[in-house]
C-alpha cells in the first residue's frame, strides 16, 4: 500500500483497509512518503502497521545519492534509466524502498499523484506486479477542472483504476482513463463502531449540530455558520460544533465574530477518532454543505457522511459531487442546492421536520448497511487483486 502521509486523522478508510486486509490474511506493508501531521496523536497506529517513510528528512541531493547507490547494486541494469528518468528525485527512493520490502503480488496506491509515481516505474519495467490506484477526490476533480495536470502515466500503466461514486467514474473518463480500466468501488464503514440512537428535539429546546470536514473552501463551513446565525437570530438556542482543522480556520472565525455567533460555534480542532464517534452520538443534526472550490475541489464520496448515518443523524447536505450518491437523499438526509439561501431554507425545514427524524435515522442506518460496510469494501478489492494476479500468471505462462 503506496500513501503520501500515513497515518492522517482525515483519511480513516486507508487504515481501515489496511487493518481489514490483515485481518483476511493478506499481508501488508505501508509505504508512506513521509509521516502524517498527526502522527504524534495516532502513535498506536504506528506501532501496529510500522510504515516505511520513502523520502526520510535530508536533503534531497543526500538522499537521492545514497538510494542511487543502494539502487544500483539491487538493479545495476535498470538503474541508469531511472536515474536519468528521475529529474525531481523521487523515483529513485521510492524504488529503493519497494526494493527493501520483499516479495509483492499487487501494488495499490492512494491519491493519484502516488499512483502516477508506481505507473512510471511500471512503464520503465521496473515493476513487472500489478498496480491499483484509488482516486479519492482532488486528485481527479481538479485535474478534470484543469486545475492540476493531467497524468501523464496512470493510463498506460495502472491495471486498475479505482473510484468510489458514479460522478468519479464520470470525471476518470473525462480525463482520459479507459471505461474497462476504471472501476467503481464505494468505500465503507464498519457499522459496528458506530452506535446508533434515534435523535428527538422540541421547539423551544436547545439545538446541537455538527460538522466533522478539513476546514478548505470545499466543505462550505462559511454557509453552515450563517445557517447557524440565521436560527439564533429566530430566537433558537443552538449550539454548534466543527471537528477539523485546516486553512479556512481563522476567516470562519472571524465570520463567527462578525455574526456575533462566537459563542455558540465550537471548533474542536484535529481530535482523536474515539472523540469523532461521542460527539456524533451527542448531536441532533449533522451539517455538510459543499461546494465545487476554485481550485476544483469536490467531494467524491464522504466517509463522513456514512458514519453519521450509522448514527442515526439526520443530515442536511447539498448536491454536490458524489454526496447524492452517498446519503439517501429525503430518507435519511435533506439534499439541497449548492447555495447559501438553500442551506438556510433547508435547516429550516429539516427543524420543522423533527417528528420526522427518528424515521431519517432508521433509513440512514440501513442505507448504509446495505451498501457502505467495509466487508463489502473490502469483498470488492479482494476480487480486485485476485483477477489481476489471476491475469499476470496467465500471461507469464
Known sequence: MVVNQF????????????????????????????????????????????????????????????????????RPKQAWQLLADDLRGELVPLMAAIQLGGHTDVYHAHFGPQGEL???????????????????????????????????????????VIVTTGFMQSKAESIGLGASQVQRLPLGIELEDFVFQT??????????????????????????????????????????????????????????????????????????????????????????????????????????????????????????????ETVASGLSAFVVRDDQDAVNKGLVALLDAHAKWPEMAAHGRDHVARNFTVNQHLDGLQSIYAGLVAMKHAYEH
Not at 496523536?41 to 506501532?47: G, I, K, M, N, R
Request: glycine share 8%.
Open 118 to 160: 508506481l505507473a512510471r516505474l511500471r512503464l520503465l519495467g521496473l515493476l513487472k506486479q500489478p498496480l491499483v490506484v484509488s482516486l479519492h477526490g482532488y486528485d481527479l476533480t481538479r485535474v478534470a477542472a484543469g486545475c492540476m495536470p493531467n497524468y501523464r502515466y496512470l493510463k498506460g500503466g495502472a491495471d486498475r
Open 199 to 324: 435523535r428527538h428535539w422540541m421547539p423551544g429546546q436547545p439545538l446541537h449540530l455538527l460538522t466533522v470536514a478539513r476546514l478548505v473552501p470545499q466543505k462550505a463551513l462559511d454557509r453552515a455558520i450563517l445557517a447557524v446565525a440565521s436560527l439564533v437570530q429566530q430566537g433558537i438556542e443552538v449550539r454548534y460544533r466543527i471537528i477539523g482543522d485546516g486553512p479556512c480556520r481563522r476567516n470562519l472565525l472571524n465570520l463567527c465574530r462578525e455574526q456575533g455567533v462566537e459563542h455558540c460555534v465550537e471548533f474542536l480542532g484535529g481530535v482523536p477518532r474515539e472523540v469523532v464517534k461521542q460527539q456524533l452520538a451527542d448531536n441532533h443534526l449533522f451539517l455538510f454543505p459543499c461546494t465545487v472550490s476554485d481550485l476544483g475541489d469536490e467531494e467524491g464520496q464522504g466517509i463522513v457522511l456514512l458514519e453519521a448515518q450509522a448514527c442515526g443523524l439526520p443530515i442536511l447536505t447539498t448536491q454536490h459531487g458524489g454526496i447524492p
Open 7 to 74: 497515518p492522517e486523522l482525515s483519511e480513516t478508510f486507508v487504515v481501515d483497509q489496511v487493518r481489514g486486509l490483515k485481518a483476511r490474511g493478506f499481508r501488508v506493508t505501508v509505504l508512506r512518503r513521509r509521516p502524517g501531521a498527526a502522527v504524534d496523536q495516532l502513535q498506536a497506529l504506528e506501532s501496529e502497521f510500522s510504515p516505511t517513510s520513502w523520502q526520510p528528512v535530508q536533503p534531497r541531493w543526500r538522499r537521492w545519492v545514497r538510494n542511487a547507490m543502494a539502487l544500483m547494486r539491487m
